[in-house]
């Protein structure tokens, strides 16, 4: 086979109407898996942030006008080349052209994993990353192999803007769907909010552990010691790291907690109270569950301050 006909089937298997369409259905499922995964956290602690009107802003412009840039280029760089390699390899051996399209996808999805970690991944990091990027480019070419059938039957194929404008469309559809089905398995007992644990003296006593060193010892008479210890800063609102002893007590009224932006109702927490030194008083919430109890604080703006979590050892 010569380049003359190479090229023709390249040019053949390479069409722009189907990157449109790869992009466009990369494109419908970013928001369906957000919305997804943000329906399964909702029985997950939040930590007492939230999304946060410029972070939701921000997913917001995300969707509009940077999402179909970023799918187009996964289209062109993933999509496409296995499809062309697909096709082609299809036409040179006489196999199934999906179960070539489907050895493509997983080829390139361990060549694109191994590239965007500099070849340096674990292997189980690196196939994790490779399955996530090949199941992501599935329904692309599901929707590609639809198109192509469409043509070859000589039904009407769609343009551009009607690519993107079925992409929002279905989108959106399926995103009212996913959060309506939610809103019934709430109303149905299915589905249930976070509920903070109500903690007995007996668990709230004893040795706290956090990331770096941090330990904190509540005993049961109201002392307390901690070692490397994240406190707030008295001069700011950000941290400190501090070793010493004081005093702690339930707060179930949040008076002491700076951020019961929710009411004092709604989180029950630890006040610990320095006996001197560095640091000031500091508001642990109570979180976790009752069998895996937490305390943990956000210095800072609570929707994009540090956060900082104790567990019980």
Not at 44 to 58: F, H, M, P, T, V
């Amino acid at each position: 086979m010569g380049w003359g006909e190479t090229r023709r089937q390249l040019a053949d298997a390479w069409k722009w109407s189907e990157l449109h369409t790869a992009a466009a259905t990369a494109a419908l499922q970013v928001p369906v898996l957000w919305t997804i995964a943000w329906i399964a956290s909702v029985n997950d602690d939040d930590y007492g942030s939230g999304l946060g009107g410029a972070l939701a802003a921000g997913f917001f412009l995300l969707v509009l006008f940077v999402l179909p840039l970023l799918t187009t280029v996964h289209a062109a760089l993933f999509t496409m080349p296995a499809v062309v390699l697909a096709r082609v390899a299809a036409r040179r051996t006489r196999g199934p052209e999906w179960l070539w399209q489907l050895g493509s996808v997983i080829v390139l999805g361990v060549f694109w994993a191994a590239a965007m970690t500099r070849w340096s991944a674990p292997v189980p990091v690196l196939l994790a990353a490779a399955g996530m990027l090949a199941a992501f480019g599935l329904l692309p070419l599901l929707a590609v192999a639809h198109v192509r059938r469409r043509a070859r039957a000589g039904k009407r194929t769609w343009g551009f803007f009607g690519v993107w404008l079925r992409s929002a469309g279905a989108t959106f559809g399926l995103c009212v769907l996913i959060v309506g089905g939610a809103i019934a398995a709430t109303f149905a007992g299915l589905l249930k909010e976070y509920e903070p644990p109500t903690l007995t003296t007996g668990q709230r006593t004893g040795v706290w552990r956090g990331d770096g060193g941090a330990l904190l010892n509540l005993r049961a008479g109201g002392r307390a010691e901690f070692t490397d210890l994240p406190l707030q800063d008295p001069g700011d609102f950000t941290y400190v790291r501090c070793d010493g002893t004081g005093t702690w007590s339930v707060d179930r009224e949040g008076r002491d907690d700076a951020y019961a932006e929710d009411g004092p109702e709604e989180r029950d927490g630890v006040v610990l109270r320095l006996d001197g030194g560095c640091g000031a008083q500091t508001y642990w919430t109570i979180g976790g569950t009752r069998d895996d109890p937490e305390l943990f604080v956000v210095f800072g703006d609570p929707d994009s301050g540090e956060l900082r979590i104790l567990k019980k050892r």
